[in-house]
């Protein structure tokens, strides 16, 4: 019985933090970085669109290919990146990254990536939110001298 407390718990745990999240979480103000977009698919029906707004600022060079799936990039008036959705198919209880090329803006802060995942049950979760929320976007911290 307790095992599977355990157990239960656990899994309770593994499906609350299941979010949205990038990497690396720390880089240096006008960096040249990759950065990797994780989204996990912790429901019962799959994912089947994961869109990302890049913060003000970062200026997106170019975005991944991933096989199986199709990259629609979203620009301003002057061209330059500012999101990309990717449409492909991610079962339940698996996750994908997504990768970018950018430059850091040239001031320290924070970088916060926005998300919306879609599923094929035509639900969807808005990763916007502020961090320790039940639906943060994704955050870099920008640190002179970090790498």
Do not use: C
């Amino acid at each position: 019985m307790r095992l599977l407390i355990t157990l239960a718990a656990a899994a309770l745990a593994t499906s609350a933090s299941a979010h949205v999240t990038v990497s690396p979480q720390q880089s240096a103000p006008g960096a040249r970085e990759k950065y990797e977009l994780r989204a996990p698919n912790d429901r019962k029906s799959a994912t089947i669109t994961v869109e990302f707004r890049f913060p003000q600022g970062l200026h997106v060079t170019a975005v991944e290919q991933k096989p199986g799936w199709q990259a629609e990039a979203f620009r301003d008036a002057s061209g330059n990146l500012t999101g990309v959705r990717w449409v492909g198919n991610l079962p339940p209880e698996e996750f994908t990254e997504f990768g970018l090329l950018g430059v850091n803006p040239p001031a320290g802060g924070e970088l916060s990536f926005t998300a919306i995942q879609a599923f094929a049950d035509g639900t969807k979760v808005e990763w916007s939110g502020a961090a320790g929320s039940k639906t943060p976007a994704a955050r870099v911290k920008l640190v002179p001298g970090a790498r």
